[in-house]
């Protein structure tokens, strides 16, 4: 069955925003440290940012810090990221994850993934 869906990726110029959305099953999401990744063509996949299971704790690469914010609704199992100034090299299939360590930044720290949403930024 589907664990992570996520939503709210499209088409947007440059320096607008967009907020993607995952919604995830609850028994693979309460308490655990969720994650976004995107893979850009011919690119690896790369942690964009990482929050705790309570929300307090977050984690940005240095290429988002300021622009994106991650965030959690326990009550509706989902995590957001809300991205602000986009930039073309934003462009990428953007998934969201499930940490099988506390804040865990490497992927290969994922278990639970999510199908991917497009994120396009045109210049």
């Known amino acids: 069955q589907v664990q992570l869906v996520e939503s709210g990726g499209g088409l947007v110029q440059a320096g607008g925003s967009l907020r993607l959305s995952c919604a995830a099953s609850?028994?693979?999401?309460?308490?655990?440290?969720m994650g976004w990744f995107r893979q850009a063509p011919g690119k690896e996949r790369e942690t964009v940012a990482v929050?705790?299971?309570?929300?307090?704790?977050?984690w940005y690469a240095d290429s988002v810090k300021g622009r994106f914010t991650i965030s959690r609704d326990n009550a509706q199992s989902t995590v957001s990221l809300q991205m602000n100034s986009l930039k073309p090299e934003d462009t990428a299939v953007y998934y969201c994850?499930?940490?099988?360590?506390?804040?865990?930044?490497?992927?290969?720290?994922?278990?639970?993934w999510g199908q991917g949403t497009q994120v396009t930024v045109s210049s």
């Open positions: 929050i705790n299971g309570d929300g307090g704790s977050t």
């Open positions: 609850r028994r693979i999401f309460n308490g655990y440290t």
């Open positions: 994850a499930r940490a099988r360590h506390y804040m865990a930044v490497l992927r290969t720290s994922y278990d639970y």
